[in-house]
């Protein structure tokens, strides 16, 4: 084990994981202690610069999907974060599961990372689906979910690589949930710098009187008034 992955696996031991998957459960979302320092982070943010690094750019206004624009790692992805994500898989795999569960649907993914990203591949799914996301004064996002095919991982990690309220303001992150037949419960949260943020790709079980339920919800970024936001966002399946 490298230096690199034994600093990630401290670093992510140091969340309460039982009390992270309760808040999930309860809210769809929530942060996890810190991940990368400030310097490690700004590292990471200044990557954006190093096109070679990545397999393609999306304009977001060009896609109609907001304003500003993020990359996709290459699967020779930098350390830092290859040894995040296989950290935090483990981690989240329990709450994986138990939501399958609960759902009543089947949970494909194994023990190992590499096993479940080597089934993803032999679907189809080969393509990296890390993202470095860089937003400016204007730049938001719009409300989505990182699907990618047909096989998911349940939950993603976005890290902040900057400061709010010093880098820039704005940009907090956004999740809506659609209730059955109700309005939707919309949250919105300000991200520190360092820490991960743990959300659901796409749903979340909620009980009702006939049972569990999925609670369907998607995520964005609201405006950026101000400065440079950067996030590193951890997916757990390939694209295909």
């Given at each position: 084990m490298t230096r690199t992955e034994a600093q990630a696996r401290r670093r992510v031991a140091a969340t309460d994981w039982g009390a992270l998957a309760a808040e999930l459960d309860a809210q769809g979302s929530a942060s996890t202690a810190v991940l990368l320092t400030p310097?490690?982070?700004?590292?990471?943010?200044?990557?954006?610069?190093?096109?070679?690094?990545?397999?393609?750019?999306?304009?977001?206004?060009?896609?109609?999907?907001?304003?500003g624009a993020y990359r996709?790692?290459?699967?020779?992805?930098?350390?830092?974060?290859?040894?995040?994500?296989?950290?935090?898989?483990?981690?989240?795999?329990?709450?994986?599961?138990?939501?399958?569960?609960?759902?009543?649907?089947?949970?494909?993914?194994?023990?190992?990372?590499?096993?479940?990203?080597?089934?993803?591949?032999?679907?189809?799914?080969?393509?990296?689906?890390?993202?470095?996301?860089?937003?400016?004064?204007?730049?938001?996002?719009?409300?989505?979910?990182?699907?990618?095919?047909?096989?998911?991982?349940?939950?993603?990690?976005?890290?902040?690589?900057?400061?709010?309220?010093?880098?820039y303001t704005g940009g907090e992150f956004l999740m809506v949930e659609q209730w059955a037949r109700a309005q939707s419960r919309g949250t919105a949260t300000v991200l520190r710098q360092g820490h991960g943020l743990v959300f659901t790709t796409r749903d979340r079980p909620v009980r009702t009187r006939r049972g569990w339920s999925a609670g369907a919800m998607?995520?964005?970024?609201?405006?950026?008034?101000?400065?440079?936001?950067h996030t590193l966002g951890l997916v757990f399946h390939d694209a295909a």
């Open positions: 310097a490690e982070c700004r590292e990471l943010a200044a990557l954006y610069e190093k096109p070679e690094l990545f397999r393609t750019t999306v304009d977001l206004a060009r896609h109609r999907y907001g304003s996709y790692f290459t699967h020779d992805l930098p350390a830092p974060v290859a040894a995040l994500r296989a950290a935090l898989y483990p981690r989240l795999l329990p709450v994986a599961r138990d939501w399958a569960a609960r759902l009543g649907r089947p949970a494909p993914w194994p023990d190992s990372l590499d096993a479940w990203l080597a089934r993803c591949h032999a679907a189809g799914q080969d393509r990296s689906a890390q993202i470095l996301l860089r937003y400016g004064p204007g730049d938001w996002n719009a409300l989505h979910r990182n699907v990618f095919g047909d096989l998911v991982f349940p939950l993603q990690v976005v890290v902040a690589l900057d400061e709010a309220g010093t880098d998607r995520h964005g970024v609201s405006t950026v008034r101000s400065g440079r936001r």
